[in-house]
């Protein structure tokens, strides 16, 4: 059940696009390191780490070429995450935050290699996209955007809890990693709650589920499927996010998922847990769980922006200033500790 994307078909099997891609991004790279000086580990990384960007070309070329309204639409919804998501970054910037990261997230071992896993949900919702227009109900334009309006309204309730209780976590830089090394310069770790790899990975899989992709396309599937099971441990093994994150990015998912959804039941993937703790012992599933079960137990029907605030209220999350050193909160002595 988990493992790592590397696994999946998609990922070994390269289409022709994919390999001229990869071929021409390989021998930039190269002629880049030789007057950057780039780390030798990169070099040797960057056939893994360009395989991400190899797929999202593999897919959305074939997707604008064949149905050119359709990648309008996933395009839409890309520019409305990036527009919500970077303008919340840039106002936090300087903002006080609150720390919701505790003693349970400082036990994740680090685990930068992970990276790869993490940097493949760009991948993993171009081919999600592509094989869903091949589905006859949503070969109609009207119909797909139905779908990628889902992810137009996560994005809407996730920048409103950024805006109104923005986080900052902690992150290791003691890596040689070259994903991860690009998604640290290009991803301040400002607003980590809800994690939008966990809410969009959580939402993607429930609403391919929805549609029968795993009927019609199951390479596609077995894509989607490894990935949304895998987040949660990538997402806090490089240090991305904390459990109370991934808790939340999996409310953010059910809340939308439910009101676009109404016939169909939310999987909140918790049933695998167990089965998932067991495989990956580094990862806190049980804790995840039991946060995630206390936001539904409090939810009442209110917005996830209220939520949040209701959440931090009740556990006295503490707030610091932006400029705090690298800490975590111990919600059993209720004391800010330093990482050493």
């Known amino acids: 059940m988990i493992s790592p994307i590397q696994e999946c078909e998609s990922f070994r099997k390269r289409e022709t696009l994919g390999k001229i891609a990869g071929g021409l991004a390989q021998s930039g790279f190269k002629t880049y390191s030789w007057f950057k000086k780039v780390p030798s580990e990169y070099l040797e990384q960057a056939p893994e780490a360009g395989r991400n960007l190899e797929l999202i070309i593999e ?10 309204t359709h990648a309008r639409l996933l395009a ?17 910037e300087r903002r006080d935050y609150y720390l919701l990261t505790t003693q349970e997230d400082a036990k994740i071992p680090f685990d930068p ?25 949503y070969r109609k334009p009207r119909n797909f955007e139905y779908l990628t309006r889902c992810f137009h309204d996560l994005n809407t309730i996730a920048e409103e809890v950024f805006h109104a209780y923005p986080t900052r976590g902690p992150r290791d830089e003691r890596h040689n990693r070259l994903s991860l090394s690009v998604i640290q310069k290009y991803d301040p770790p400002l607003n980590g709650a809800p994690s939008l790899h966990i809410a969009y990975s959580a939402l993607l899989y429930n609403v391919m589920k929805a549609i ?12 989607v499927e490894k990935s949304t099971y895998g987040m949660p441990r ?5 240090k991305q996010h904390c459990c109370a994150d991934v808790a939340f990015g999996l409310i953010a998912a059910r809340m939308v998922f439910e009101r676009r959804f109404k016939k169909h039941k939310f999987d909140d993937l918790t049933n695998k847990f167990c089965e998932l703790e067991k495989r990956d012992e580094n990862t806190p599933y049980s804790h995840i769980k039991k946060i ?14 209220n939520l949040a605030g209701e959440y931090i209220s009740k556990h006295n999350f503490p ?19 330093l990482f050493q």
């Open 319 to 337: 707030k610091l200033p932006y400029d705090h050193p690298k800490a975590y909160f111990d919600t059993r002595a209720k004391k800010i500790r």
């Open 234 to 238: 990538a997402v806090l093994a490089i």
């Open 292 to 305: 995630h079960y206390e936001l539904l137990a409090m939810r009442r029907g209110q917005s996830l922006k």
């Open 76 to 92: 839409r919804a890309v520019v409305d995450w990036h527009k919500k998501y970077t303008s919340a970054q840039k106002l936090c």
């Open 59 to 68: 897919n959305l070329i074939p997707l604008a070429l064949s149905k050119p």
């Open 212 to 223: 029968g992709l795993c009927d019609h396309n199951s390479r596609a599937w077995e894509s």
């Open 113 to 137: 290699k992970q990276d790869t896993h993490y940097a493949h949900i760009l991948s993993n919702i171009a081919l999600a996209a592509r094989a869903a227009s091949d589905i006859p109900r």
